[in-house]
């Protein structure tokens, strides 16, 4: 019986080399086909749109931020970018205002809108994972109620809500005019506890099986294991909740009606009067009234858009 002889493959002999110390061999690369005209030509057309759009939504920002650097007579010769005598005189007027003490409006808006944020996080957070893990008589029609407050406009709480809050049942407090008042009618909402929910609904129940084997309640896997996997939902009401506050108009005049309980917006609109609007504050007050969204925004844009995608994953 003759033994074959054992060849050794190609691919060995060229590792054994390369190892041996021999020279790389080098070959040509196949070519790569370059995108069609058709590719490129569908791929301009949408830069285009994409890049008109911006600039479509841009455009007022510049406006505004220009504006908020002109003088009072300027504003009135006609639409243009690029004030002709630029100064800062609106920003010095809008912070020494004798009337309204911008500084103090500016506080009060960031105490609002913490604190709703902070309440909203705590009993959305709570709520939300009651209303997914948790089971007790009632829950889905309990949940539907929830969810059926989104369907009523606050034009129409407008009224029940200003009477509650002038005589508050049992304890007869007047809420008008007060932080107390405006922080709650929105302690919590129903976008954020539908969120949490179904942000909480996504979570494999594996985590929280484990956690009762170790012996945790309800609460302490609540705390310790499905809230920090939550932090893109959390993110999301942050945003969400923090920005709807702050670009409060609505509420925030009808509850505060002491100047010195104003937040931004109510503040920004004193500029606007019967006969005479003075765009510069106006808009300069605008300009210092963005500023923190875009900021948050920035911060959070990445776990904002992660935690509304996850929460509509799962009903």
Not at 6 to 13: D, F, G, N, R, W
Not at 89 to 107: C, E, K, Q, W
Not at 181 to 201: E, P
Not at 220 to 248: E, S, Y
Request: proline residues 6%.
């Amino acid at each position: 019986m003759v033994r074959e002889e054992q060849v050794e493959a190609p691919y060995l002999e060229a590792v054994e080399e390369l190892a041996a110390g021999g020279e790389v061999a080098i070959g040509n690369a196949p070519d790569i086909p370059g995108r069609g005209r058709t590719e490129i030509a569908r791929r301009i057309v949408l830069y285009v749109v994409m890049i008109t759009v911006a600039l479509l939504f841009f455009v007022p920002f510049l406006w505004s931020l220009s504006t908020s650097f002109m003088p009072l007579p300027e504003t009135g010769q006609g639409f243009h970018l690029i004030p002709h005598n630029p100064t800062i005189s609106a920003y010095h007027d809008l912070l020494t205002n004798p009337v309204i003490n911008f500084v103090r409006v500016y506080g009060n808006s960031w105490f609002l809108a913490v604190t709703v944020t902070l309440t909203n996080l705590i009993l959305a957070s709570l709520g939300g994972y009651a209303f997914a893990r948790l089971r007790f008589p009632g829950r889905e029609l309990l949940f539907l109620l929830v969810l059926a407050t989104l369907m009523i406009p606050d034009q129409l709480r407008l009224v029940p809500i200003f009477q509650m809050l002038s005589n508050f049942p049992l304890f007869h407090w007047n809420l008008i005019d007060t932080y107390q008042g405006y922080i709650l009618i929105s302690v919590v909402t129903a976008t954020n506890l539908f969120l949490m929910r179904q942000y909480f609904l996504t979570i494999p129940k594996d985590y929280e099986e484990a956690a009762r084997l170790d012996g945790a309640g309800h609460f302490k896997t609540f705390w310790r294991v499905m809230l920090p996997l939550a932090g893109p939902a959390l993110a999301a009401v942050t945003i969400l909740t923090f920005q709807g506050t702050w670009n409060d108009f609505f509420w925030a005049r009808t509850v505060l009606v002491d100047p010195s309980h104003y937040n931004v917006n109510v503040a920004i609109q004193q500029f606007v009067q019967q006969y005479q609007t003075q765009w510069p504050q106006l808009m300069a007050g605008s300009m210092l009234a963005i500023a923190p969204i875009a900021i948050i925004y920035l911060i959070f844009q990445r776990y904002f858009v992660a935690g509304v995608a996850a929460a509509g994953v799962k009903g």
